[in-house]
């Protein structure tokens, strides 16, 4: 029916709207500090503290304002209930990993500009952050396209690896063959494609959570566009603690 070929659209257009923004917000959890970010240092909290909390509100922000607009547009467009609720923990799970590469480039390329707020990070990682958001994006929406592409398309996509050339076509006849897998098996197809998808994104927001608060215990410089740039406003106690 017509949800069958809506929901799979709209996945890929809320994905694209979350690559925009949950990197961007992350990385400016950091610079938006700015001249305050002695407030963090008289707390007694730690670089994983810090890096987790300011990850989690990054995070849940955007996913709550774009699960209410999907839940609006699956009402209009008769979703079922099983695709409102694969759609919003595979996009809980896909985002995460969004963030937490947003919040590691903060520690790195964060600028504070207080004559222009909306400039929170150097050009050179704004691009990276760009790159790196739509790289992860491509790759842990395999497993997720393996779910949303039906089984019997199978046929349709092994054909176009045998004439697609090089690595293009070897990457669509195996693609082929596992949704003919997914015709047969359908549940431990969608099963196994869940828990590889949800797997990769947890692996690689616990890689950036934890090398992000590694650079906010050693200290990250935000370049303040004022008199004086490129000021460290972590500073390392003895104990791992920022007071």
Same mark, same amino acid.
């Given at each position: ?44 909290? &730690? ?74 990070? #150097?050009?050179? #990682? ?85 090398? &992000? ?15 004086? &740039?490129?000021? &460290? ?11």
């Amino acid at each position: 029916g017509f949800s069958d070929i809506s929901w799979p659209i709209a996945q890929g257009v809320f994905l694209f709207i979350y690559a925009m923004f949950n990197g961007q917000l992350a990385a400016s959890a950091i610079s938006r500090e700015g001249f305050s970010m002695w407030v963090l240092r008289t707390l007694p909290l &730690s670089g994983r503290d810090i890096a987790l909390g300011k990850l989690w509100i990054s995070w849940l922000l955007p996913f709550i304002i774009l699960t209410v607009l999907e839940c609006i547009a699956g009402i209009f467009l008769g979703w079922t209930w099983w695709q409102f609720i694969i759609g919003i923990v595979v996009k809980a799970g896909i985002t995460v990993g969004i963030s937490a590469i947003g919040l590691w480039i903060g520690t790195i390329g964060a600028r504070f500009n207080p004559s222009n707020p909306q400039q929170r990070l #150097t050009f050179g #990682t704004s691009i990276i952050l760009l790159l790196l958001s739509y790289v992860y994006l491509i790759i842990i929406t395999i497993p997720y396209a393996l779910m949303l592409v039906p089984g019997e398309a199978a046929a349709l996509v092994a054909e176009g690896g045998r004439e697609a050339p090089g690595l293009i076509g070897l990457f669509l006849s195996l693609f082929g063959m596992l949704l003919s897998w997914k015709a047969s098996y359908p549940i431990l197809v969608v099963g196994l494609g869940l828990v590889l998808m949800l797997a990769l994104s947890a692996g690689i927001a616990w890689l950036f959570l934890y090398i &992000s608060a590694e650079r906010i215990n050693r200290g990250v410089t935000i370049d303040i566009v004022s008199g004086t &740039s490129g000021q &460290s406003v972590f500073k390392r106690k003895p104990k791992g603690s920022l007071y």
